[in-house]
C-alpha cells in the first residue's frame, strides 16, 4: 500500500501548490502599450482605449479598457481638466482613479502591442489589437458604445482569446511552418483597400507586422523569414495567401515592426534580430515598399534609405496626409531609427494610385533622445506643416519636432527615472481640439498614461505634462506580484 500512499501524498502536495486563476486588474494598467483616443459627442475630454500588455505575466491575462476620460478622478476627487484649462504651475495631476465600468473592459493575449481603430459609418468602431503572447492573437474588439467593449467571435464573453484569430498556428495552405507571424506587433487600417482586389480580398484591409522571424520547419533554426500580413477589417480569417515575404537578400533577416499604408503602396519598417542575422552584411532593413498593384507576385520594393543613412533598424514611422492645396508636392515620411537614435526624415514622390515608379530621398536625420519608439502626426492645419511626436523610450520623453523651424522643439519627461528605470513611454494618441491638442503617451514602465497639452499649436514648445492616470505600478509590485503568486 505505501506506493498508493505516496502517490496520494504527491496529488495532495500538487493541489494545495496549484495556483489559482491570477485575473488582472481592471482599476489599473498593467504595461499600458497600444493607446487610441476618441472624441465623442457630449463629452469633453473624451475616451481613451489602452491595452495592457502584462509584460511580467504577473497575472494570467493582458486587458483592453474603454476610459471615461470625463469620470477618471485623483484621491480628492479631482477630473482631468479640459485642453488648455490646467493652472501655469509644475504640478502634474494623478488620477489614479480610472472607474472603469464592468462592459468597459475585456481580457486579451499578453504582450499587446500596437492598437488601430476602424471608425464605421455603418456599423460599431472596431480596434485591432495584435498581442505576441502564446497564441499570437489579432483580436477584433467592437465599441458598440462609447465606453462598452464587444469580443468579436465572443460577444456574450469578457474574455475576447475565445475565438481569437492567431496569425501563427492554424494557418491554411501554411506548409513546414511557413508562413506564420510569430509575435504580431504593428498594425494599421487601410481603408483604401486593395487595387483590383484578388477574390477574399474586398474591402478594408488591416496590415500586421510581427517581430520575430519564423524558421521552416517550425523549431528548426532554419529558412528565417519574415512577413507582413494582411487580413480582412470585417470577418477575422487568416491563410497563407494573406502573408507576404518581406525577406530581400543581401539583408539580414529582421523582425517587421510598423506598417502604414496609403492608396497603392504600404510601408514598412524592420527590426533587427541579431540571434539570427548576419550583422556583418553592409545593408540593413529600414523601409521597405509594398504595391499592392502587384499583391499576388509580391512587388516589393527596397528604397535604399539605409544607403543614405547608416542606422541599425528602425520603429515607428508616420506618412503625412496629401496636401489638397498643393497636390502634387513630396510627402514625407517620419521614421524613428536606433542605433544612431534619430528621426530619419524621406521625401516621397510618386505614390499616387497611377504611379508605378514610388521615389524616396532622405532629407534629413535629426537627433532624437534616447530609444525612439513609436511615432505620431499632429495636424496644424492645410497651410502648415504637421507636428512630429516620437516617444523616447529610455530618455523617458516624448520628443516634438517642428518641420517648420527644422528641430526638436520640446522634450516632455514623462515621469521621474529611477536609477537605470525609465519610465518608457510607448504608445501614442492624440486629441485635436481647436488651435491645440493633447498627447497621451503610454508609460509602459511606471505603468501610467501622461497627459501632455500643447494649448496653442503655434507654440508647441510650451507643451507640458499636466496629469497622469492609473497609479504607478513600478513601487511594489514586484513583491504583490510574488504574494499573489504564492
Known sequence: MRPLFLSLALLSAAACSRTDERLPPTDRFVYPSGLVHRSVPGSTNGVLYVASANFDRCFDQGTVMAVDLDRVSGAGSEPLLPLGTYPGTAVTAELGQLNVAPESFRYIENFAGEMALWERTDAAPRLFIPARGDGNYLHYVDITAPTQLSCVNSPESNDCTVGAMSL???????????????????????????????????????????L???????????????????????????????????????FPVGGTNSVVADERYVFVTGRLNSLISDTSL???FLLRVLDKENLEENQLIDPGVDLGFAGSEARGLALTPRSTLTPLAPRRLYVAVRD?????????????KESATPRFTVVG??????????????????????????????????????????????????????????????GLAVQQQGGGARIFASNFGDGRVSVIDIADLGSPQLARLVAHLGVRQDVGQSAQCQEEQL
Open 365 to 426: 536625420a535629426v537627433p532624437l533622445p534616447n530609444g525612439p519608439t513609436e511615432v505620431e502626426l499632429v495636424s496644424r492645419g492645410e497651410s502648415r506643416s504637421e507636428l512630429v511626436l516620437v516617444s523616447c523610450s529610455d530618455a523617458g520623453v516624448v520628443a516634438i519636432y517642428d518641420p517648420e523651424v527644422g528641430q526638436v522643439v520640446a522634450q516632455v519627461s514623462v515621469g521621474e527615472i529611477s536609477g537605470t528605470q525609465s519610465p518608457q513611454p510607448f
Open 282 to 284: 553592409a545593408r540593413r
Open 340 to 352: 544612431p537614435d534619430t528621426l530619419l526624415i524621406v521625401n516621397v514622390v510618386g505614390i499616387e
Open 212 to 250: 520575430n522571424p519564423v524558421d521552416s520547419p517550425a523549431r528548426s533554426q532554419t529558412n528565417f523569414a519574415s512577413y507582413l500580413v494582411d487580413v480582412s477589417a470585417q470577418t477575422p480569417v487568416v491563410s497563407s495567401v494573406d502573408f507576404h515575404p518581406m525577406n530581400v537578400s543581401g
Open 168 to 210: 501563427a498556428s492554424g494557418i491554411p495552405g501554411s506548409q513546414a511552418g511557413q508562413p506564420r507571424a510569430d509575435a504580431p506587433f504593428g498594425a494599421f487600417v487601410d481603408t483604401s483597400g486593395i487595387i483590383e482586389p484578388q477574390p477574399g480580398k474586398e474591402g478594408v484591409r488591416v496590415w500586421v507586422t510581427h
